[in-house]
């Protein structure tokens, strides 16, 4: 039997180059290895306030991304977190088990509580009990691998945690442990800007990032006026050359060829003949992506998504039931 993936990627926002080659790429490259289950995380989506109107359209967005990207539904379900209740009903189960502690000790809320607090806005209660829900997602599948970026590490450790303090509870194995799956160049694609900073969809200044169906004019620019240095040669080195070591695993994660040989193939160039290959490859990389993205229908994304909630709840429904009965939910 073919091992299982599962992850997801949230609708919050239009989706990046940091999505993609820190998560969606390795979904479209483990897809032909493993059996793929691959969803829309829009439940994840509104633990921050969301326009409805937009969130729907970012949601079909995501899908249509997703297919242009090279997701093959022959190979991947392909499905949306909110059409498979089941997500929502293990997540209480893990909300039931999960301490305050360590909810309160991820990155993700505390930088979340930093921000709002500076603003002076309120801290939505679903930004803490986003792990559980994430942890019912990964779990309802018994996936061996979840593919995802650097970001969501801490979040896969305690989904570990949660299944194995179910399984001790219940004294039997219900859950797989999943093991993360990170890219092996790639996991943290950082702000263009900001470089110290990872990129991120929902960053406040738009060229920081590449947005995906960014006008090609617009992503040109935004790789030229990428924050560089002034030593003037293309090295990678994190510490001290953060934006050249950037673009540099931008163009080898685009070109499939390692980091190093990237630098070998700049290592006389000018910064600018730099940027301007980086520029190129982006360029050639989208323009493919949004004419695929641009010639889906709405029938065919809505049949796949039809057929992908068919196959994803038949899985998960069965797991949840399973799971109640182990706890003593529900009747004899
Ligand atoms: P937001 O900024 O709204 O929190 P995000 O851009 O971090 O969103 P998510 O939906 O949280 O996007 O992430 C989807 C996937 O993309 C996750 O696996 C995450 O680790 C990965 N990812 C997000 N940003 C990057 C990045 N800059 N580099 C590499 N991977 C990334
Ligand atoms: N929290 C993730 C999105 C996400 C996810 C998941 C990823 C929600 N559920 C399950 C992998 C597996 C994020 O990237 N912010």
Request: charged letters at 25%; a neutral charge; one cysteine or more.
């Amino acid at each position: 039997m073919k091992k299982r993936i599962v992850s997801g990627i949230k609708p919050s926002g239009s989706l990046t180059l940091g999505n993609y080659i820190g998560a969606a790429k390795q979904f479209v490259d483990l897809q032909n290895e493993f059996d793929s289950f691959v969803f829309v995380a829009d439940l994840h989506a509104i633990t921050v306030p969301q326009n409805s109107t937009e969130l729907r359209a970012r949601t079909y967005d995501l899908v249509k991304l997703y297919l242009a990207m090279g997701l093959d539904p022959k190979k991947t379900t392909l499905f949306i977190q909110s059409e498979v209740p089941a997500h929502l009903q293990l997540a209480w189960v893990f909300t039931c088990s999960s301490y305050m502690g360590e909810l309160e000790r991820m990155t993700q809320y505390k930088d979340t509580v930093l921000k709002n607090k500076v603003k002076q806005l309120p801290i939505g209660s679903g930004i803490l009990q986003y792990p559980p829900l994430m942890a019912a997602d990964i779990l309802l599948y018994d996936p061996q691998i979840v593919p995802v970026g650097d970001d969501q590490s801490q979040h896969l450790e305690l989904t570990r945690t949660l299944a194995e303090r179910l399984n001790g509870i219940t004294n039997q194995d219900i859950f797989t442990i999943p093991e993360t799956f990170k890219p092996k160049q790639g996991a943290r694609i950082m702000s263009l800007q900001e470089p110290t900073k990872k990129m991120s969809k929902s960053d406040d200044n738009p060229k920081s990032y590449i947005a995906l169906l960014d006008p090609i004019a617009v992503s040109v620019k935004k790789i030229k006026s990428a924050v560089t240095d002034s030593e003037m040669v293309v090295r990678y080195d994190v510490e001290h050359k953060p934006g050249i070591s950037n673009l540099l695993t931008i163009y080898a994660s685009l070109e499939n060829i390692e980091i190093s040989d990237a630098q070998k193939h700049f290592e006389n160039s000018t910064y600018g003949e730099f940027k301007t290959a980086v520029a190129k490859t982006v360029e050639i990389f989208l323009t493919e992506l949004q004419n695929k993205y641009h010639a889906l229908n709405m029938d065919t994304v809505n049949a796949i998504l039809d057929d992908g909630r068919i196959k994803a709840d038949a899985i998960a429904s069965k797991k949840i039931s399973h799971v109640y009965h182990k706890l003593g939910i529900g009747r004899f």
